[in-house]
């Protein structure tokens, strides 16, 4: 198990299991590479916990399908940390709007569903948090 984490992020098993080492810097053309695994497998993660719950909850109870929708925000959220720690910043952009409407969209349906309200008037609130969005990236 060692080798395959070590073969990953293309360090030595040593360097794992040591306290105290050298760091190793990776070169530039593998830092793109690590990155996007990380990101992916934190992603994957994500939905497959989703996934896990969402089963767990159709064996023992009925299927909660909102546990997909709430993860949708969830998934933005990481984006946006993965994408601030190692993306272009202006593409936070589309991650912070992909929250918005994920948010909004959560608690419609699950008003909609579990208390059987429907306050589609909530997607109206879109318009201005784009906008507010756009000026601020747009200066940025």
């Given at each position: 198990?060692?080798?395959r984490i070590a073969d990953l992020f293309e360090v030595s098993v040593?360097?794992?299991i040591t306290s105290e080492h050298v760091s190793q810097r990776l070169p530039d053309g593998n830092t793109f590479r690590v990155h996007q695994k990380v990101s992916m497998i934190s992603l994957l993660g994500l939905?497959?916990?989703s996934s896990l719950v969402f089963v767990l909850t159709?064996?023992?109870l009925e299927p909660i399908w909102l546990i997909f929708v709430y993860t949708i925000p969830i998934t933005m959220l990481l984006l946006i940390v993965f994408n601030s720690l190692w993306g272009k910043k202006a593409y936070n952009f589309y991650w912070i709007s992909g929250l918005v409407i994920g948010v909004i969209t959560s608690v419609y349906l699950s008003l909609l569903t579990l208390a059987g309200v429907n306050v589609w008037q909530l997607f109206i609130l879109i318009f201005p948090a784009e906008l507010v969005l756009f000026s601020v990236f747009k200066r940025s």
């Open positions: 198990v060692l080798k040593d360097y794992l939905w497959a916990l159709w064996i023992l």
